[in-house]
């Protein structure tokens, strides 16, 4: 077993951190977000496409560098630690994993434009009244002639904004299933608004959408396939917020050791020191929380549920904890959005919650592992 | 030792809720209950109101214009327009810590120029007191008042002041003398904030609200008559409000009031699941409330006993603030649970009486964005009125005799 | 509303602490507890009775002080302190109050005889296989000619080894029923241990024990009586865990006071001063979640039950806190018995579970107040 | 990055587990499972198959005549271990990590006349370090060893010695040079436990159990030769110990194989209720679980990174040593909660292969008294091999840099 990152890995993740420190600095971030009118920057969108990031899931055979969930958690944690805040998870993981395993084959034709950012894809799975899980959609898809007809509410589809197609789930007569929807079609509302970490949403509403049967994507053993991508990004979600957690211990021990109190640095108090030692615990053990469903990832399903919600519930407490304590130990600048410190905060608050959050998790451990 | 609660009490109990249900607006307890601080209009009018009562100010005694209840009565005062979702007073009206200072330390031209417009609401005051390189270390203050002729020429800067955007005044914490040790060389005074050469920024929070400020002077030219008190002893003064604030922040009433809301809010069904029928909640809802009795009765307890506990009383109205602010995050951390998925929008203060509209999702439901942003808020509960880390301290030193 | 002790209850408090100082001091609790073979002192409880501590809840008509449950409360906090392992609880509050609410005239008679201790009474509830809670008592007592034969085995029974009498539960045909036994009689037969806090206590066989008619104390509405009786009892449990707090604070400031470590005393390091806070913090709650319990003793059962509750799991959880750091913050010499810290460990431990434990009350509290 | 578990892994757990499962006598693995310490001729027994196995060092080097294997085997034989109820050797064989240091600093005699022996069991080393007066603080101990002739004359006291009164020898850290600075003159001497002078004293502990001990040095005289490495380089040495100790004391196998047994407790009857049928028990286990899972892999990286964290690997191992002693505590909780008023009664460890009959109820179910016994005892975990404040400042120092 090795626990280091590979050579590919580490260029990887420089390549990042340089993008960050050139083209996604806090100063920028803040004047992006300060700008209340805009919504997802496509221009930005192009660049990302550019450095390959949205390519590292997709199959060589469609155009892409055909890398594992491990490199993509590399990815996902330095641009945690960067705070990049762009809809890439849902994009370049959920959207394709579910496109990869699609049964249609116009499906699997999008990702070479998905990889070069010609095509910009969102997923739009949640609705008012469900929390994490796909059962009892009031989406609808009615088999029509020549194909379906769509009707219903998405709400918190990140990047739909400017999105160019968007995967939706829908229940049939019978089953769940996804459908490749057009963002502009006849019947598709959108309604945008910003999330909490600065990216951008939609609430989407389709009102008798006439969908061709090429457009269902995965129509059988959906709930399977879906459940082991949406696995997949909660994991991607892990790596990102432990890549959170890692600048957050930084940047607030830097904090400790610059500023004074009572004539001496808040580094120099021991109950400060003590407490930066309880985060930089809680830090590596949601990293090895991580590292045991990395490990368990393409496990038979129960065994993968049972690991993913583990280390979810380590992790997403160890979120919780560092960014509370991170706020905290900064004092009044931890409540204000000139330091960094806040974005990091609103960031691991969702973070934490993304594709289920504690709750969820604990519940779905309970089941598998407890009452067992 | 006698624990039951007499029936004048109940009476008095009573009494104020039937005025608080009468006489609060519906639009300002709805504004409230979705989770939105007051504006500046419903605070001034909600005030007005009480004031008219002669209820604007419930700690202070007869003679300065207050209420003269004792601290229970006071207590109970607080919990009934907690319980009937008026907006929290002191929260805005750095005011009423001000009062106490003036009517026990003031000239009597001050008492008579200030208390008056206190109670009546016509003037807000806030406190000038952290500065960006003294947070919990207040001593170290730099803001410095040179006397020239009948007047102090203020230079400096004030930060986190809470409310000077809508404040009339600012009792401020200066250095009046640079030689003397840290806390010998501080003086107390009232600034008024339209005074030339006073620029107030707002600081943007977590909560995207707007709570806090920074205060900058520049040659700001205040008359020597608005020294409250003596030369130099500033320090004293703003120990001795600290004090008060201490006992009032632990906001037990607050949180209890809270945990009703909780309580709503996993009855729901809108959020997917009744959080209610989930055992794990149950549980974490039935030790919220524990932990929240617990507290209530040391509350009460600190109210009666004010005084008597000798060098412990300190070290027990830090732990209210510890106990508090902590209960205060637990119950907004359990309200976010129950919101599931919905945490995740960006939501802004509605305007004077009106939702903002244009980031709002369409399917929120109606408590989400007032819960949010007040959960968000309350991370800042464990950080004000002096870190707990501070309160730690007092408690070790006051209690232990330590060092 | 007055929270502070009245001049009687400064007496009272004042004559324990005495009593304890110069006749139940650590060094001779140590000695007693070091002698393996004794059990259950007679001789002290001579002394006891002389005090008037078993008199404190006997009606003034049955020779007793009369005094209220608050200021029982204010002697078992002082013993809690002073760490005066004796079965007091059970025999001058659980037994009395049992005793006082009898149907019959001759168990109310017992009650001078408790006072001057002159009879030693003991109470018999446990069974094995049972928790906190008196269903499905496997003990019982069948209605015979001229009485009743009792059949059955009690556990944890405190002072049993030198009881007079029993006050033992049974299940009668139709309903809970208390019976007074007399400890030496036939067909029981005791077999004595004991206790982590050097009390002693018996497991009792009852086999086909013939009891007269008026040995029934209390035979109908038995389990309204005997929950109230125990949630005094509890409470008062809950004082005494408050008066072993409040010491076990003493001793461990002082403890850091004493103690030198890398060249300076061990109350200089602030992770240790913020502990201590801490723990007085939880005493403090502790006491108030006491005083509230207190408040609703005599209230309608379901508002007392829920109170009580409230307080116990209060009360409990920072038991189980104190007692933990009290040891922890004596480092090694806390895992040692030749300093009273662990003692009051152990006795925090037991009082912490006794008549329910923080699971029972919390269960107890969501049934009353969270599902409700 | 590779966290896949290669095959001949596998293989060698299962090898591990057939010989441990049947190799492994049943008494010693009953009274294990019941909660109790080995008894010393339980230990010597087991100790004595595994080196006839060649396993009695799991950590050693081949040429040591360890087993050689990495650090990962090391850790899945100590989980199979755990897992059959086999005592846990390095509990009461401080033999263990002194070996590595005779090993490492000793002379060639020095490894020819104690290494052997600690293989075989036939001596068995307990650690000298801990004073009256300096238990975090070891460099301030004040034992002395003055040379005269070919001997050391040794006088003072250790305390805390765990297992002095079943070892041969104790590995004693004492002052050789009372004039340098306090951590350079000290120095290691290997000291046989009968010679005249040294005095054996059990200390009670809060389980009843015989763990530690005093142990006094009135005039002992030491052959020079059994200077372990350098004159006044004891403290490096120690500190090469202590690193070792906290890496391996996270325990979590032993934590594993305490939750199997905390599912048997709640799954069984006689305690009243089944806990397992408890929605907040069984919260608090899937918690627990999780918590424990999550140390396990964090063990497993740092066998597997050992020494390629640079400066973190420190903070990390005594990340593991907090971690690791707090779910310690959990799990014994946990247990003591289920086993409900049976946690009352005074337990005694039973004699060589018996009860003790005098003081144990009648009915008290048969895994409660090793339970409980063992749960108090699991106090002393976050004290011993340096207090988890100890092990914070550590972490603050070597991965923040801080002073």
New interface residues.
Partial sequence: MNFEFSKDQLILRDGIRRFVDERYSFESRRQRVKSKSTGTDRAMWAQIAELGWLAVLIPEEHGGLGWSIADACVMFQELGRGLVSEPIMDSALLAVRILTRADSVSARLLLPKIATGEVFISVALGEAGLRYEQKGLSTRAIPIEGGYKLTGKKILVAGGDVADRLIVSAGTDSELALFDVLAISDGVERRAYRLLDGQWAVDVTFKDVVLPHESLIIGSQTTEILDRAIDEAALGCSAEAIGCMDRVLEITAEYLRSRQQFGRALADFQVLQHRIADLFIETEMARSAFHSALSAIDSPVATRQAAVSAARVRIDQAAHKVGNQGVHLHGGMGMAMEYPIGHYYRRLIMLARAYGDTEHHLERYERLKIRA | ??????IELERFRIEVREFVRAALPTDIACRQREGWPPTETDLRRWFGILAAQGWSQPDWPKEHGGTGWDP?QSYIFEDECAAADAPHLSWRAGSSLVGPVIYTFGSNAQKARYLPKILTGEELWCQGF?EP?????LA?LRTSAVRDGDEFVVNGQK??TSEAHIANLIFALVRTDRDAKPQRGISCLAIEIESPGVTVRP????DNGRH?NEVFFNDVRVPAGNLIGELNKGWTYAKFLLGNERHSNALVQRTKREIRKLRDLAGQ?????RF?D??????S???L???T??????V??AA??HG?LGGRDM??A??LK??GSELQ?RVA?LQ??VL??W????FLEPEEGAWHG????????VDVPGTMTKAL?R??A???GG?N?I???I??RS??G??
């Fill in positions: 030792m006698n624990l039951t609660i007499p229970l952290s390189n003294s947070g919990s270390d170290s930060i986190w600081i943007s929070t977590i806090v069904t809108s959020f997917g699941e209610i989930k055992p794990a909640f149950r549980r809802l039935a030790q409330e524990i932990d009795n617990a507290l209530e009765w040391a009460i307890r009666c006993t008597a070290a027990f830090s732990g510890v106990v995050q951390d976010l649970e599931g998925p945490v995740s929008p960006e244009t980031f709002r999702p369409a399917e929120v439901p808020f991370r800042a464990t950080i004000y870190a880390e309160q730690r301290g408690i070790w209690a232990f330590g060092n």
